[in-house]
């Protein structure tokens, strides 16, 4: 029974497979066919929301953002703010190193933050932070204003700046007024120094004067007196000895020449006193001087006298001034003396680079020869060595009947010409 129950089950299995491949094709060809069914409906398109029902947080991250707020202030601590609040502005003192800023973010929320600040008119560019704090050392004294701005991480930075004044005064050597009142005091201090060199200046020439007055006392009241006793006593031996013989008529020519060498010498030595004794020379031009010499030394009246100047006149050194009014003076001497002049010109002529002065008359002129001089006359020599310390040329231009000129020429490399500053000065001062 068992062998036929087995051949039964077997027979049957393949029928039992046909019908569930049968019912597997019929429902794929059922789900095949049902979508082409159904009919599509027709397309409506949505209205736009309004803006009275969109979302909240939709109008942008600017106002839905975190928003930085500087809550205080303090120089130098780190862990909180001694000025608390940012309704001020603040006012840091003179010498004050260091100046913390405190801010955070509001609405508070427990999210990372990024904030970037700068302190304007003295940081070049933003600096980046997670802190809350900003330290600034030794601000330069000025105006600035202290801006933050917060974001969330990789969002732009476009949330609303906080701000606040920040001014660093100055010490008072900083200030304006400092630098004024300092430029006042140089003023000040440089006339007083001005005023204090021309005082040591004024006593200075004072001083040289005196001792100038007091070397020409003491010649005329000695070497003068000496000198004039001399000139008696030759005298005097002159007359004892004319008239006896040939011998002591040689003798008498030669006291007479010694009598007229003294004179010279007490010539010279009147000349000397009377410039030691005049201080004019020193700060006026060289023709009010050669003026002044010539109107003392020229008293004639049968001797018409006449200065010409040509030329812009520059002041001159004091050394300079003296030896051209020496040689004025010993020209002018010479044609009253020995030339039975009737007219004395002086001529100054200045130039680009030089002088020239000439002094000429309508006298009987002479004949001249350089290598000898005349014994006893010693002018022109004196005024050629004079010539030569000036580093001029003295030139003598004369003939029988046709007068006498005295030439000199000078370069004012070598005489040193003042500078107008210095003679200014010398004039303020009343020397």
Known sequence: MSGGQDQDESAMRPGSNTRLLLSIAVLSYASMRIPAQIAPMPYTPAPPPSPETSAPGAQGTSDAGPRAVIYGWSLGSELSPTVKGADHAVQLDPGASDVVFFFHVQPESSAPIEYRYRLADYDHDWTTTNDHIAHYRHLRPGAYRFQVEARAPGQPWDTPIAALPVAQRHFFYQTWYFYMLLLVGLAVLAIELLRQRDQLLKGQIAMVLEERNRIASDFHDTLMAGLAAISWQLE???????????????????????????????????????????????????????????????????????????????????????????????????????????????????????????????????????????????????MQERARKMGGALHVNTAPGAGTEIALTADFQAIHPLSTQRQRVVQWIGV
């Open 236 to 382: 005097a031996t002159a007359k004892l000895l004319t008239g006896v013989n040939d011998r002591n008529a040689r003798a008498a020519q030669s006291c007479e020449l010694a009598r007229k060498m003294v004179a010279h010498c007490q010539a010279e030595a009147r000349r000397i006193i009377w410039d030691l004794r005049d201080s004019h020379e020193i700060t006026e031009f060289l023709s009010q001087a050669l003026s002044r010499a010539l109107a003392a030394n020229c008293s004639r009246e049968d001797i018409a006298f006449s200065l010409e100047v040509d030329g812009d006149e520059v002041p001159i050194a004091p050394a300079a001034v003296h030896h051209l009014v020496s040689i004025g003076q010993e020209a002018v001497n010479n044609a009253t003396r020995h030339s039975g002049a009737t007219r004395i010109l002086v001529h100054l002529k200045y130039e680009s680079d030089s002088l020239h002065l000439s002094i000429r008359d309508n006298g009987c002129g002479f004949h001249f020869h350089e290598p000898r001089i005349r014994p006893g006359h010693f002018g022109i020599l004196v």
